[in-house]
């Protein structure tokens, strides 16, 4: 069950938040152009996939649907090409919005984003991006971080904060991933090694990999937060706390 503060907390990682936000710019033109044709290609694949089925089957309602679908992906690049803008990380001040998998526009309703540097989590909101704090978490949402590249572990217990007493394995159960190499974790098939606990706490965290892409899953987000800090700390200064 998700929780913003359920177990204690006797550890000593702060975590930071930037104060202020930082503001959304218009997207140059090449990287609109680039946007629209993106949408263009799942157009042309998702309205074709379902035409294609409806040719097959003899239904023209599935056809007209097919078509219906493209025309709506070609509508939302249009309004991509339109609206589209960049922002910059207010943690480590890297740009967002150019080549990820969301789209950023000046219209953003509260939405939560994620850095790809640094992974931390974001809102955009009416031209703003800001730190998401606890006060955004909802009781759906699902704490999952991605393992950034020299990452590391917290030097205490992960769930309470308390002296680690034990160094556990963490293992994905559908690994669809070769040998990985995350910096000083050993990452072999779906396993990230040494997660630190007390002799109370274990298996609070769980690893996931998708699309070759390593991901840890925490039941609560004080806990996810915690061990982003510890990482971002390592990316900024390149000392562990």
Not at 68 to 82: P, Q
Not at 92 to 109: A, K
Request: charged share 20%.
């Amino acid at each position: 069950m998700n929780s913003t503060s359920a177990t204690p907390y006797y550890g000593h990682i702060v975590p930071y938040y930037p104060p202020q936000p930082t503001k959304l710019v218009s997207a140059p033109t090449g990287t609109r152009i680039k946007k629209f044709f993106q949408m263009l290609v799942a157009a042309a694949i998702v309205g074709g996939v379902i035409i294609g089925i409806g040719v097959n089957s003899e239904l023209n309602w599935l056809i007209w649907t097919g078509a219906g679908v493209g025309l709506l992906f070609l509508v939302a690049g249009i309004y991509t090409v339109m609206t589209l803008q960049l922002g910059t990380c207010p943690y480590c001040h890297q740009e967002i919005g150019r080549s990820s998998d969301f789209n950023l526009t000046s219209v953003d309703d509260n939405d939560q984003i994620e850095c790809n540097i640094c992974t931390n989590w974001l809102i955009s909101h009416k031209g703003d991006i800001r730190a998401y704090t606890k006060s955004d978490v909802k009781s759906d949402t699902e704490f999952k971080c991605k393992v950034m590249e020299r990452s590391t572990w917290p030097r205490e217990c992960l769930v309470c904060g308390a002296p680690p007493t034990r160094y556990l394995e963490l293992k994905n159960t559908k690994l669809h991933a070769g040998k990985l190499l995350v910096g000083h974790l050993s990452v072999s098939w779906g396993r990230l090694q040494n997660a630190p606990y007390c002799d109370l706490h274990a298996d609070a965290v769980k690893l996931k990999v998708d699309d070759k892409k390593m991901f840890l899953i925490f039941p609560e987000y004080e806990m996810m937060k915690r061990y982003q800090h510890v990482n971002y700390h390592l990316f900024m200064t390149g000392q562990q706390l």
